[in-house]
C-alpha cells in the first residue's frame, strides 16, 4: 500500500465550479501537509500548506486536514480556467526534509 | 520568484552514454533535492543534500549519483544511460524545514 494515495482524475469542471481535490494517507506521524500546483512542462509551486489538523484558507483555495481519517482536501473556489493544473499534496513528519508526494490529480477548468 | 535552473530541459541520448544532469539556484538554499516523475506516477526523491559535501540516496532507487561542491549546485550524473532511465528529472531546493521546495522546470531525458 502507498503511503499517500491521490485520485489520477482527470477532473473536468465548469468554470465558477467548487472543486474538491483529496488525498488519503497511512502515516500517522505526518504533520506537514502541503498542495502543489505543476502547469504542463513546469515543476510543481506550492499553493499552500498546513500544520497538524484543521482548516487554512487564502482566497479562493482552503485546505483541510482530518487526522482522525487520515485525509486532506483542497477546495477550489470559483473555479477558473487559469486552475486547470495538476494539483500534487505531499506530506511528511515534523523534523524531517522529505517528503511524500502523491501522484497528482489532473485538473480542467474548461471555459 | 523563484530561480532555480536547470539544463538541458531536454535530451535523448544513445544507450551506455555518460550523462549529466545540470541544476543550480541562486536562492542561497542549504538543501537541494533531485525527484524523478513519470506519467501518472507520484515525484519519488531519488537524492538529496543538506548542504555542501552531504548527499543522501532517496527512497527510490536510483543508478544516478550526485555531488554538492557548492551550495548552489547539484548537479546528477548517469554513468551509462539504459532505456530504464527515461523519465522527468525535476530539481529542488528549500531552506529551513523545507516545507516549501523550490522546483526547477524539470529536465526530460530519452535514453534510446
Known amino acids: 500500500q502507498k503511503e499517500v494515495e491521490q485520485d489520477p482524475g482527470p477532473l473536468s469542471v465548469p468554470e465558477g465550479a467548487i472543486v474538491s481535490l483529496n488525498c488519503t494517507y497511512s502515516n500517522s506521524a505526518f504533520q506537514y501537509f502541503m498542495w502543489y500546483r505543476q502547469y504542463s512542462r513546469k515543476g510543481p509551486e506550492l499553493l499552500m500548506y498546513?500544520?497538524?489538523?484543521g482548516n487554512k484558507e487564502d482566497g479562493r483555495f482552503t485546505a483541510q486536514v482530518d487526522k482522525s481519517s487520515k485525509y486532506i482536501s483542497l477546495f477550489i473556489r470559483d473555479s477558473q480556467p487559469s486552475d486547470s493544473a495538476t494539483y500534487l499534496c505531499a506530506m511528511g513528519a515534523s523534523g524531517t526534509y522529505k517528503y511524500i508526494f502523491g501522484t497528482g490529480t489532473r485538473l480542467k477548468v474548461l471555459a | 520568484e523563484a530561480d532555480i535552473y536547470q539544463t538541458p530541459r531536454y535530451l535523448v541520448i544513445g544507450t551506455g552514454k555518460k550523462i549529466t544532469l545540470e541544476c543550480s539556484q541562486t536562492?542561497?538554499?542549504?538543501?537541494m533535492y533531485w525527484y524523478q516523475q513519470d506519467p501518472g506516477m507520484e515525484l519519488h526523491l531519488i537524492h538529496y543534500s543538506y548542504g555542501v559535501n552531504s548527499t543522501e540516496k532517496g527512497d527510490l532507487s536510483s543508478e544516478s549519483t550526485v555531488s554538492r561542491i557548492r551550495t548552489e549546485h547539484f548537479p546528477l550524473t548517469l554513468e551509462s544511460a539504459r532505456p530504464s532511465h527515461t523519465s522527468q528529472y525535476l530539481c529542488?531546493?528549500?531552506?529551513?524545514?523545507?516545507?516549501?521546495?523550490?522546483f526547477g522546470p524539470g529536465t526530460r531525458l530519452t535514453v534510446t
Open positions: 498546513t500544520y497538524s489538523s
Open positions: 529542488a531546493s528549500s531552506e529551513g524545514a523545507g516545507i516549501e521546495q523550490y
Open positions: 536562492m542561497g538554499h542549504d538543501k
